[in-house]
T-cell receptor
C-alpha cells in the first residue's frame, strides 16, 4: 500500500541548533514529495517539494530537504532553528497513478526551545 | 484573491443537521481539492475538481457528503444529516494547472466543524 510515515510525533531542539524532521515513504513508481507546515488555527503552508533532479531541495524560511531514493526518505532540515519554527510539520507524497491527490503523514510537532 | 479562503471558519451543528462549507480558491486556479483532517491526524483526501468537473470523489466517506463547483471557481462541500464522526477540520486547496502530480497545492485556513 502507498503510505507516508513520520516516525517521530514530536521533536525538541534548542534555538540555534540544527533540526531534522524525518519522513519515509512507500510508493510504487516515482514519488513527488512535499513538506508543509501548519501553525495553530491556520491552514497548511507549503515549504518545499522534490520532483526530480538535485536530491537537495531548498525551500521557504531556510528549510531544505534531502531526497534519498535508496532509503526512501525525504527528511526536512534547517541549519539553525528559530523559536518561531515551532509548529506541526507534514510530509506528503503524490505519485503516478493516484490521480493528483496527496497522501499525508500524521505530522510531527516541532518545539524549538529558547 | 491573495489566497484560498474558506467560510465559515467555525461551525457547530447539532447531529442530523445539514451543513455547507464554502471554498474560494486562488483566482484562476483550475484545480480544487477538499481534504478532511481529524484531530491529531494528517489530512485525508475527499474529492478533486478540474474546473467544474469532479474528476475524483473516491475519498468521500458516505453518500451524505456532496461537493460541487458549478462555475469552476467557488466550491461548496455539503454534509447532510451530520454525525459526530464528521467532526473535523475541512481543508480546501487549489493549484494552478490541470492537476499535474507535481503541482503545489495551496491551502485555505480550514473550517472546523463540530457536531454535537
Amino acid at each position: 500500500a502507498q503510505s507516508v510515515a513520520q516516525p517521530e510525533d514530536q521533536v525538541n531542539v534548542a534555538e540555534g541548533n540544527p533540526l531534522t524532521v524525518k519522513c519515509t515513504y512507500s510508493v510504487s513508481g516515482n514519488p513527488y514529495l512535499f513538506w508543509y507546515v501548519q501553525y495553530p488555527n491556520r491552514g497548511l503552508q507549503f515549504l518545499l517539494k522534490y520532483i526530480t533532479g538535485d536530491n537537495l531541495v531548498k525551500g521557504s524560511y531556510g528549510f531544505e530537504a534531502e531526497f534519498n531514493k535508496s532509503q526512501t526518505s525525504f527528511h526536512l532540515k534547517k541549519p539553525s532553528a528559530l523559536v518561531s519554527d515551532s509548529a506541526l510539520y507534514f510530509c506528503a507524497v503524490s505519485f503516478w497513478g493516484n490521480n493528483r491527490k496527496l497522501i499525508w503523514g500524521l505530522g510531527t510537532s516541532l518545539a524549538v526551545n529558547p | 484573491g491573495a489566497g484560498v479562503s474558506q467560510s465559515p471558519r467555525y461551525k457547530v451543528a447539532k447531529r442530523g443537521q445539514d451543513v455547507a462549507l464554502r471554498c474560494d480558491p486562488i483566482s484562476g486556479h483550475v484545480s480544487l481539492f477538499w481534504y478532511q483532517q481529524a484531530l491529531g491526524q494528517g489530512p485525508e483526501f475527499l474529492t478533486y475538481f478540474q474546473n467544474e468537473a469532479q474528476l475524483d470523489k473516491s475519498g468521500l466517506p458516505s453518500d451524505r457528503f456532496f461537493a460541487e463547483r458549478p462555475e469552476g471557481s467557488v466550491s461548496t462541500l455539503k454534509i447532510q444529516r451530520t454525525q459526530q464522526e464528521d467532526s473535523a477540520v475541512y481543508l480546501c486547496a487549489s493549484s494552478s494547472s490541470v492537476g499535474e502530480r507535481t503541482d503545489t497545492q495551496y491551502f485555505g485556513p480550514g473550517t472546523r466543524l463540530t457536531v454535537l
